[in-house]
């Protein structure tokens, strides 16, 4: 398929394509079937720059627009959206910490990115999902340090974070902190039903916090601005996940035409059967849509214009589009989509799973309906 790709260098996409073609998609399989954390993919991703292509230079990153974030993601997804998910929660904790996090935080921990720290980002606890107005984990100022209590779940990565980024509530409302993962009473563990069908990187741990000490500066931001915070950083990360579906889109497309281009039934390849080239022409027609919607996402993201509408509108149809794509795919590739070894399975899994994590589909349309209503009185 021939891509456009508005404000990326075609160097850079095309050396990232051949890196996933040569040292990831041959292990997609696996990580998906294992359910395990790539540690040498990421890290090399972080050896070579590429996660930390947007991070500022004076902390080693890239100093790259968004769009070659978005980029990353959909080549890094294209090849396996589980590795490509692994990127999002090291993106998330760099973005909140450099968007919002004091200067001496921001110097020690940016620049570990680059070295290729390992991070996660938890949000979620048993009784708050979608809704972290308030939180059961606490945060009490005890002298010169912050003391964390409570436990998070789902954390994305987190059987190999060296670094989380927790929202906790305080005395004025929830609030950001930097926890180290080997931090004293920071406890991970694979909960109960805690594995997913989708997005496999390792199964999400638990992270229970029993009375963690953090220094002062590791309060990320203003307290009680966490939650203005964790959104605003869900804004980057939804259009870096758009990427990603869009990535797994294009893989299942891309499979399924070759299959049908091989295909013989009734004496003509299945892709000479009107039926099915419509099939195509509707799923590329809405593929170059998605693209054009997820680069002007990552468009806003670097100008900073209505960035919660951009990316939640490229969430939106990106995570959608992906998981209808993925389902055609299986039903054109007929038995040889179904069958455990072949990827529309993993595509399909992953793309739904897409619908959930990072912002469900309900929660999107919520924001994109907030910036419609936005005038009202
Ligand atoms: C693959 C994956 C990875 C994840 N990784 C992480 C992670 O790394 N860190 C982390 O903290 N969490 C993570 N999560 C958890 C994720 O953030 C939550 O699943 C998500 O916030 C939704 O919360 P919930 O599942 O509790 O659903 P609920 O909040 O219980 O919502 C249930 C349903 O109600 C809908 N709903 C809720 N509120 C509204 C509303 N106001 N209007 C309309 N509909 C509404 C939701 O869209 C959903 O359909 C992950 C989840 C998945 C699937």
């Not at 945060?139 to 989380?164: H, P, S």
């Not at 203005?228 to 893989?251: D, E, H, K, M, W």
């Not at 806003?300 to 509408?309: N, Y």
């Amino acid at each position: 398929m021939t891509l456009w790709s508005p404000l990326v260098a075609e160097d850079y996409t095309n050396a990232l394509r051949d890196h996933v073609r040569q040292h990831i998609t041959p292990h997609a399989f696996v990580i998906d079937r294992d359910d395990i954390y790539p540690v040498d993919i990421v890290k090399e991703l972080a050896r070579s720059g590429l996660s930390t292509i947007t991070l500022p230079e004076k902390y080693g990153g890239g100093g790259k627009g968004f769009s070659y974030g978005v980029t990353l993601l959909e080549e890094v997804g294209y090849g396996s959206a589980s590795a490509a998910i692994c990127l999002i929660t090291i993106f998330q904790a760099s973005t909140i910490m450099n968007l919002f996090g004091q200067a001496s935080l921001k110097d020690r921990y940016l620049p570990l990115f680059r070295q290729g720290l390992l991070s996660s980002y938890a949000l979620t606890e048993a009784n708050h999902g979608s809704d972290i107005r308030s939180l059961d984990t606490k945060a009490v100022r005890d002298g010169d340090d912050w003391v964390l209590t409570g436990e998070k779940q789902f954390v994305t990565g987190g059987v190999a974070a060296e670094l989380f980024v927790i929202l906790a509530e305080t005395d004025v409302g929830v609030s950001a902190f930097a926890v180290p993962g080997d931090a004293a009473g920071l406890h991970r563990y694979i909960g109960e039903r805690s594995a997913t069908f989708g997005l496999r990187n390792g199964p999400h741990v638990n992270v229970r916090l029993d009375g963690v000490r953090v220094p002062a500066d590791h309060l990320i931001g203003v307290e009680g601005k966490g939650v203005r915070q964790a959104v605003t950083t869900l804004n980057y990360s939804r259009t870096l996940a758009a990427g990603v579906s869009l990535g797994i889109a294009r893989a299942a497309f891309d499979g399924a035409l070759k299959h049908a281009k091989e295909r013989v039934a009734f004496d003509s390849k299945i892709v000479e059967f009107q039926g099915i080239q419509w099939y195509f022409a509707e799923m590329l027609t809405r593929i170059d849509a998605a693209r054009l919607l997820v680069y002007r996402a990552a468009d806003a993201l670097t100008t900073g214009e209505e960035i919660a509408r951009y990316g939640s509108e490229a969430k939106l149809m990106a995570s959608t589009l992906a998981t209808e794509v993925a389902s055609r795919a299986v039903g054109i590739c007929g038995v040889y989509g179904v069958t455990a070894e072949s990827p529309f399975g993993r595509y399909l899994r992953d793309a739904k799973a897409y619908e959930v994590g990072g912002g469900s589909v309900e929660i999107l349309k919520n924001t994109i309906g907030k910036h419609l209503t936005r005038d009202l009185v």
